[in-house]
């Protein structure tokens, strides 16, 4: 099954600028929408950026999307303590017939 | 403010079917054109798309799963279903319900966790 490539951890100080990549392939991340999502510890994923670079209503400025080719990342500007949570990109995969793709996580430490 | 809120047994035997049900307040489900979808994230890992229901009932699945799911739609009931059958253990997960003008579906519900053991 196709998945989208995530580092499994990063790390920040609080006020740092932190990102995250998200890798996929020419039959998702290039040709379709990235999407990020923030888990915090027993929730359920919070959509965080939709359609590659918009934010939901609520979700501050500091964080952002974009992608390049086959990659994609999200930035985190002035990093704080409650940004601590996990991450998970996720797109739309064209193969197959068609289905929706997630990246394997990527747990964001502030130190 | 439309919400969702899931429904099943916690605990499903091997080979057998696991059935969930999400329950939708706040909008009819033929009256808006949601995807309503499930995905699950097994312990420790990533979220995987299972599959969703057009508003108009049709529907799209997970090419890895297709064989052993079925998404459907009770508007009598203003609901959507998940069924998948012969569970391993594989299939322990929390199953999260969803709904979104797009796919990936971007608002999902707050989870159950489904178990597989005899």
């Known amino acids: 099954q196709s998945e989208l490539t995530q580092p499994p951890s990063a790390s920040g100080t609080p006020g740092q600028t932190v990102t995250i990549s998200c890798s996929g392939s020419?039959?998702?991340?290039?040709?379709?929408?990235v999407y990020w999502f923030q888990q915090l510890p027993g929730l359920a994923p919070k959509l965080l950026i939709s359609t590659t670079s918009q934010r939901p209503s609520g979700v501050p400025d500091r964080f952002s999307g974009s992608k390049s080719g086959t990659s994609a990342s999200l930035a985190i500007s002035g990093l704080r303590s409650e940004d601590e949570a996990t991450y998970y990109c996720a797109s739309w995969d064209d193969s197959l017939g068609g289905y929706v793709v997630f990246g394997g996580g990527t747990k964001l430490t502030v130190l | 403010q439309v919400q969702l809120q899931e429904s099943g047994p916690g605990l499903v035997k091997p080979s057998e079917t696991l059935s969930l049900t999400c329950a939708v307040s706040?909008?009819?489900?033929?009256?808006?054109?949601?995807?309503w979808g499930w995905i699950r994230q097994p312990p420790g890992r990533g979220p995987e798309w299972i599959g969703s229901v057009y508003y108009n009932g049709r529907t799209y699945y997970n090419p890895f799963l297709k064989s052993r799911v079925t998404i459907s739609l009770d508007t009598s009931k203003n609901q959507f279903s998940l069924r998948l059958t012969s569970v391993t253990a594989a299939d322990t997960a929390v199953y999260y319900c969803?709904?979104?003008?797009?796919?990936?579906?971007?608002?999902w519900g707050q989870g159950t966790l489904v178990t597989v053991s005899s």
């Open positions: 969803a709904r979104d003008y797009q796919l990936p579906p971007g608002y």
């Open positions: 706040g909008v009819s489900i033929t009256n808006i054109t949601y995807y």
């Open positions: 020419t039959s998702n991340i290039k040709v379709n929408y």
